[in-house]
């Protein structure tokens, strides 16, 4: 199971820190992602990382401003998102992925969160 918060509002060029809670499972072995989605819009990439290695992957639009981390201890995985755009308006979801390899496809994750809602006023 995979519990998502940290979702609000905030003004273009603030910041928002996103958690995930992954619980029920040993998720050791598994990849994390997080995926938003806008209205109107497909599901979309945003970044993923390696629950061991710590091995991360992003979408060019936020690269430079999110930072995704995981602590394993708690069984957490954080979106650091900074200098935030109205672009940025969507559902935020986590996902598991049942491999060490980080995917940017939505297709290859197994577990999905409920998402949680952020939205950019300008």
């Known amino acids: 199971q995979l519990q998502a918060s940290g979702g609000g509002l905030v003004q273009a060029g603030g910041s928002l820190r996103l958690s995930c809670v992954a619980s029920g499972r040993t998720f050791s072995s598994y990849s994390m992602g997080w995926f938003r989605q806008a209205p109107g819009k497909e599901r979309e990439f945003v970044a993923a990382?390696?629950?061991?290695?710590?091995?991360?992957g992003y979408a060019d639009s936020v690269k430079g401003r999110f930072a995704i981390s995981n602590d394993n201890a708690k069984a957490t995985v954080y979106l650091q998102m900074n200098s935030l755009k109205p672009e940025d308006t969507a559902v935020y979801y986590c996902a598991a992925r049942q491999y060490t390899v980080v995917s940017k496809n939505a297709m290859d994750y197994d577990y999905w969160g409920k998402g949680t809602l952020v939205t950019v006023s300008s």
């Open positions: 990382i390696n629950w061991n290695g710590g091995r991360t």
